[in-house]
């Protein structure tokens, strides 16, 4: 499909911003999908539920609404799911370049998702994870690169480039912009 014909389609984005998923109650919580995204091919399955439940504080957001399923991200993390109407099946990408580069679902049998809404995405710059009592977080643009908070200094620390190791001048203000994330971050974890 040409890139004008989906331009088309581009409509205001549909999302949820919820400071405590834990506190709501799974009745609440389905009431409150079906509110924002009534409509939507599929709505948000347990999985995804789980996820904004264990994250306490998320941003849930609609990216796509297709013919047999919804493509759903939670920001904070990047992490899209593609959920199916039929089956209730799922599937989990790391980010939404990667669910783009890995739909195949339908295919093989020559039943293609098509796309009836697809609303608009601004791109992640920084994402925040937990793993092993560490924060880690990533930059998603270029210059990409995986850091960890340093809890003592209170701010990021780079560990790992994946793009080009960028001017000095240029990685403070990196710096300082993931520092000012994580700042968001731990307020939203409260």
């Excluded at 040409?2 to 998923?21: G, L, R």
């Excluded at 904004?52 to 047999?68: Q, W, Y």
């Excluded at 679902?105 to 793993?131: C, H, M, R, V």
């Excluded at 209170?154 to 710096?175: A, G, L, N």
């Amino acid at each position: 499909m040409a890139i004008s014909k989906i331009a088309t389609f581009v409509k205001m984005k549909k999302f949820i911003h919820e400071q405590h998923w834990e506190r709501l109650l799974d009745r609440d919580r389905k009431l409150l999908y079906k509110e924002v995204f009534g409509g939507m091919t599929a709505m948000p399955n347990q999985a995804l539920d789980l996820n904004l439940v264990k994250l306490k504080s998320a941003t849930l957001e609609c990216l796509e609404n297709r013919t047999e399923s919804t493509i759903y991200r939670i920001r904070q993390t990047g992490v899209v799911y593609e959920i199916k109407i039929r089956t209730n099946m799922y599937k989990i990408f790391k980010d939404y370049d990667d669910y783009k580069e890995n739909t195949s679902w339908g295919k093989e049998s020559g039943n293609l998702d098509q796309p009836i809404e697809l609303f608009s995405t601004k791109e992640i710059t920084y994402t925040a994870s937990e793993n092993d009592n560490k924060i880690i977080i990533e930059r998603k643009q270029p210059p990409r690169f995986i850091g960890e908070y340093n809890n003592k200094l209170k701010t990021v620390e780079i560990k790992e480039w994946i793009d080009h190791k960028p001017k000095e001048e240029d990685i403070y203000r990196i710096i300082k912009k993931g520092n000012e994330f994580l700042k968001g971050y731990f307020r939203n974890k409260k």
